[in-house]
């Protein structure tokens, strides 16, 4: 005890002061020490209803996309499962159409957040300084895939001059993937017809009619679309692909700089998601449908219905690498060796002719803050989960 409170319990070889003079010394003392950890706990309280109170910050989220379903589970789970509001972020998820529109809205303030395919991001800052930064990686392997008609004669990119080809937007990253893969195949992109033709169904009617030869799409959508039941076979993709950036959240350099405590909170609610989603994807299906009822099936009780939306989630996880990384990974972390891998990706198709320090396409400042989370509650909240 001497050892703690020397101040208190003084050591019999001191020289001490008359007993009732140092009974009064202790007795003081040990009321200013009450005093103390009394304002102290009051300070806490304070504190504590203060964050419980303060209003929360708004935060427009937005995804390039035109049709918000549930192989967005990055941006929706973290707002079905509350993790946005433990932050204190009052969140609205938005549909930005394409990765093009989607930078629209950062760079005029109607959107804080948003998820961007990193292709064309790169492109733009490395060509004009776009000031936009990825914040979280999202996507560890390309998400983009070219599918064809089940009984087409086209079997590899080299197949593709003089085709007309399908993109769901002529500003989308799935445009700048097909460059740089005819590129990588030695076709000009003269050579071949690029048409917009949207999003979901409509996309793969035109592939099935013939109004075009090849689909560009991205792994949630095939399989929604092989869970409607169109019949097509995707082309092989290269082995760099599965060793990219594909699509992160970013933010502009401005909002970074003075909202880093903001890209923590996102970055960690998103981390949080995912080793929810990890650990019980069907509860993450579930979680979706409570949040859109809109977009859940008549009967959910029907292991049909939860085996399309599964399979469509389970292409996003694989996207994120979530079906094969451990729970413990630094979930949202980047590294200058995947940008720089990226960045020499785009070089060699000619899309970028003067490399940056590919410090400019990223920020890191806040990742550390991204797993600052119990996993164990996480995924026991997750496991325990009940429609």
Do not use: C
């Not at 500003?171 to 999003?199: C, F, K, M, W």
């Not at 996309?203 to 009619?209: G, S």
């Not at 097509?232 to 933010?251: I, T």
Request: glycine share 8%.
């Amino acid at each position: 005890m001497n050892s703690v409170f020397p101040f208190l319990y003084p050591s019999p070889n001191e020289v001490t002061m008359p007993t009732k003079l140092n009974s009064k010394v202790r007795r003081s003392t040990v009321l200013s020490l009450v005093g103390f950890l009394l304002a102290g706990a009051a300070s806490w309280h304070q504190a504590a209803v203060a964050q419980a109170t303060a209003k929360p910050i708004k935060v427009t989220y937005a995804v390039a996309t035109r049709d918000l379903n549930v192989g967005y589970p990055f941006a929706t789970l973290p707002l079905g499962l509350g993790y946005f509001a433990e932050e204190g972020l009052d969140v609205d998820v938005v549909p930005g159409t394409s990765s093009a529109g989607t930078i629209q809205l950062l760079m005029s303030g109607r959107a804080q957040v948003g998820v961007v395919v990193t292709d064309p991001a790169v492109v733009q800052r490395a060509k004009s300084g776009l000031p936009v930064k990825s914040f979280y990686a999202i996507s560890r392997r390309n998400g983009f895939v070219m599918v064809v008609p089940e009984g087409s004669p086209i079997r590899n990119f080299a197949d593709l001059r003089g085709k007309k080809l399908g993109t769901s937007d002529l500003g989308s990253g799935a445009h700048v993937y097909v460059n740089v893969r005819l590129g990588q195949a030695g076709i000009p992109e003269d050579a071949v017809t690029q048409v917009n033709v949207g999003y979901g169904a409509p996309a793969f009617e035109a592939l099935m009619n013939g109004k075009i030869d090849a689909l560009a799409t991205f792994t949630g959508a095939r399989a929604r679309m092989e869970g409607a039941g169109y019949k097509f076979r995707q082309l092989p993709q290269a082995g760099f692909e599965d060793k990219m950036y594909s699509y992160n959240l970013y933010a502009t350099d401005q909002y970074i700089a003075a909202n880093p405590e903001v890209i923590e909170k996102i970055g960690r609610a998103t981390a949080k998601a995912t080793v929810f989603m990890k650990a019980n994807p069907e509860a993450a299906v579930r979680v979706f449908w409570k949040q859109y009822p809109e977009r859940a099936p008549k009967n959910q009780n029907d292991p049909k219905e939860l085996e399309k939306d599964l399979a469509i989630l389970k292409a996003q996880m694989y996207d994120m690498k979530a079906d094969e990384l451990p729970m413990e990974f630094h979930w949202g972390s980047q590294d200058r060796e995947a940008w720089g891998a990226l960045q020499d990706y785009l070089k060699s198709a000619g899309m970028v002719a003067t490399p940056k320090d590919v410090g400019e396409y990223f920020y890191a400042g806040q990742q550390a803050g991204y797993i600052k989370f119990d996993r164990s509650a996480v995924i026991s909240k997750a496991k325990a989960w009940k429609p």
